[in-house]
């Protein structure tokens, strides 16, 4: 059973950093992408970044958090990072992470069947 688990959401001011984390667990099939959505009060969910598997090579990031958020995995290919720097009260929102069956990337939240249960940001000002 494919399992998701998210850490190290918190509490920032605006201007620092944070790295969350997404352990994998129970895959049984070599080809897929693990993707960060987030979702703020009031707001739909949406895409953050992406990374596919077991290259880990190709990743995919929101226009509007490039240069700022980057996805990244470790050498066993249990964890997807996202280092996020340069936050901003607009960045306040559950993180979660994501993942879909086989490497082709993927914006669209409702290619993904296995979530996690989301970790809280927030960006104070």
């Known amino acids: 059973q494919v399992q998701l688990a998210e850490s190290g959401g918190g509490l920032v001011q605006a201007g620092g950093s944070l790295k969350l984390s997404c352990a994998t667990s129970?895959?049984?099939?070599?080809?897929?992408?693990v993707g960060w959505f987030r979702q703020a009060p009031g707001k739909e969910r949406e895409f953050v970044a992406c990374?596919?598997?077991?290259?880990?090579?190709?990743?995919d990031h929101a226009d509007s958090m490039k240069g700022r958020f980057a996805i990244s995995r470790n050498n066993a290919m249990t964890t997807v990072y996202l280092q996020m720097n340069n936050l901003s009260p607009e960045d306040t929102a559950v993180y979660y992470c994501?993942?879909?069956?086989?490497?082709?990337?993927?914006?669209?939240?409702?290619?993904?069947?296995?979530w996690g249960q989301g970790t809280q940001v927030t960006v104070s000002s």
């Open positions: 994501a993942l879909k069956r086989n490497s082709i990337l993927s914006s669209r939240e409702d290619s993904y069947g296995h």
């Open positions: 129970g895959l049984t099939f070599t080809y897929y992408v």
């Open positions: 990374i596919g598997f077991p290259g880990g090579v190709n990743t």
